[in-house]
């Protein structure tokens, strides 16, 4: 976990997503200088086959919307995972990601760790090179010139 913040989240809360400025790396998601029928692709593979204990039940490219359930291993917890592949307003492919518990009040940074792991995954599996992943905090405001 990250931090005492870190540690107050896991017995408190059980559920994690990305967002562009959380203040914990792992969440937030993917701004790819790659086309999107790529990150999708990739995506769909990295859920089904790369991600131990998760079932898609979820893969519509039309909506860019990938759902999987996630089991622990000893308990077989089950989580809900939502990925959100979609096109930005600058016309690049972003990937945004939901982990939820369906049990208990924290998950002892499980979801997190699940998001981290696959944002990760999906950079190797990608091949992503410098400069493929873009920050968006910093694209440039409408009207003015890239």
Do not use: C
């Not at 029928?37 to 990295?46: G, I, M, Q």
């Not at 893969?59 to 930005?88: C, M, N, P, Y």
């Not at 208990?104 to 090179?129: E, H, M, S, Y």
């Amino acid at each position: 976990m990250h931090g005492l913040s870190g540690l107050v989240r896991g017995f408190t809360q059980n559920r994690a997503h990305t967002d562009p400025v959380s203040e914990d790396g792992r969440l937030r998601g993917r701004t790819y200088a790659i086309p999107f029928d790529e990150v999708w692709d990739k995506s769909v593979d990295v859920a089904q086959t790369r991600m131990r204990g998760w079932t898609v039940t979820v893969a519509d490219d039309q909506l860019g919307l990938l759902k999987a359930e996630s089991a622990t291993l000893i308990w077989r917890f089950v989580d809900d995972v939502h990925i959100s592949v979609g096109l930005d307003e600058d016309g690049q492919t972003r990937v945004d990601v939901t982990s939820a518990s369906r049990v208990g009040r924290g998950d002892l940074g499980r979801n997190p760790r699940t998001i981290g792991q696959f944002l990760r995954k999906l950079d190797r599996a990608l091949d992503v090179r410098s400069g493929q992943i873009l920050d968006p905090t910093l694209t440039p405001a409408r009207g003015e010139p890239k």
